[in-house]
């Protein structure tokens, strides 16, 4: 620490130019800006989109345009720092999807994975590998890498959800792309979290053998995972964060291997400031109202809003009621940064 490095002007011209003639780089004039001292250089800052002023952009692209000229209807939600790449943080791709009553999204698969969470409507479904899964606020639906999946709503009111993909990884590995399919043909049986895996530490007896599927599960319904939020709360201690994990319910691994997903229960009054991560992170708010600093800024966010949490960024959330809870579904890149050896927590000394 302390040497002066070498700049890129102190090189001879003839140098530099045939460096350039041979596609090569010296590393000593950038190497801090590579791999800065300490902590990384964040490009994504801390951002919120709310809801509020976020919906009637959704619904006006229903009338401006029509599915069939969509194949899928999103406004991609960029961090104003990692601009003009249309990413929430360096890992994490939110969109907005609106799909109106009558509508089709059509069958389709792709390398990047994508995970749907409901904040509107009812009557919609994601079919994933021939599998109907209904879609209710609050509902996380995987579609993971390269299954089928179409979309189509029954109801009378628009739907929206919020799509988390690990896009932003997948194409920085030249890796995304996309296949179109014909119409998927159902079954009439329940989605697989209303019977195979129909609660916590309960499987088939089959799969103490057999594991072949790595995504046994795709619906997690809000409703069972609120549930279990509010008998945590009512047992955990006053320090012990309200904060549960979606996990494949075979392994008790994470549901997804790029990002993970979990929910977080504020009690009334509740401040919770959880360890400094190397993780960038995101929140999608499914009820109750509060605010949250990250690195010293203040976003207060009520339902829907959608909040975007840079890597290594101190974090404290509040609840703004004191009579209500609040609840917020996390994305994080964990699963990844814990598969690359490159997960930290800090401690508040390092904090
Ligand atoms: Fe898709």
């Known amino acids: 620490m302390g040497k002066v490095l070498g700049t890129i002007d102190e090189?001879?011209?003839?140098?530099?130019?045939?460096?350039?003639r041979h596609n090569a780089t010296p590393l000593w004039p950038s190497i801090r800006g590579i791999i800065p001292f300490g902590m990384p250089e964040r490009r994504a800052r801390p951002h919120i989109w709310r809801y509020r002023e976020m919906r009637p952009l959704m619904l006006r692209a229903g009338?401006?345009?029509?599915?069939?000229?969509?194949?899928?209807?999103?406004?991609?939600?960029?961090?104003p720092g990692l601009a003009p790449e249309p990413f929430a943080t360096a890992s994490i791709f939110f969109g907005l999807q609106l799909v109106l009553p009558g509508e089709t999204a059509p069958n389709h698969r792709h390398s990047p994975s994508a995970v749907r969470i409901v904040v509107e409507g009812e009557g919609g479904f994601t079919i994933v590998q021939g599998e109907r899964c209904p879609m209710a606020r609050g509902d996380l639906i995987l579609t993971p890498a390269q299954h089928w999946h179409q979309h189509e709503h029954h109801g009378s009111?628009?739907?929206v959800w919020v799509d988390?993909?690990?896009?932003?990884?997948?194409?920085?590995?030249?890796?995304?792309?996309?296949?179109?399919?014909?119409e998927q043909s159902t079954s009439d049986r329940?989605?697989?979290s209303q019977w195979r895996y129909r609660g916590a530490g309960l499987l088939?007896?089959?799969r103490l053998q057999r594991t072949g599927n790595a995504y046994p599960q795709l619906r997690y319904p809000w409703a069972a995972v609120r549930a279990a939020l509010a008998d945590f709360a009512a047992q955990a201690g006053r320090d012990e964060p309200v904060h549960i994990a979606y996990v494949n319910p075979e392994t008790g691994e994470p549901c997804m291997p790029v990002l993970g997903f979990s929910a977080l229960m504020l009690r009334p009054g509740e401040t919770l400031a959880p360890p400094r991560r190397s993780t960038s992170a995101g929140f999608v708010v499914i009820e109750g109202e509060g605010e949250s600093e990250i690195d010293g800024q203040t976003v207060a966010w009520s339902e829907n809003d959608l909040v975007a949490i840079p890597n290594h960024a101190k974090v404290r959330h509040r609840n703004g009621s004191g009579t209500r809870p609040a609840c917020l579904i996390?994305?994080?890149?964990?699963?990844?940064q814990r598969k690359i050896g490159i997960f930290e927590e800090f401690d508040a000394a390092r904090a």
């Open 11 to 20: 090189l001879p011209a003839d140098y530099r130019d045939e460096l350039a």
């Open 63 to 79: 009338e401006l345009t029509p599915i069939e000229k969509a194949e899928r209807r999103v406004l991609m939600l960029g961090n």
């Open 157 to 159: 009111k628009p739907m």
């Open 164 to 182: 988390a993909l690990d896009a932003p990884t997948v194409m920085r590995l030249d890796a995304a792309y996309c296949v179109p399919g014909r």
């Open 190 to 192: 329940p989605d697989a």
């Open 204 to 206: 088939p007896y089959e």
């Open 330 to 336: 996390q994305v994080d890149d964990a699963p990844l």
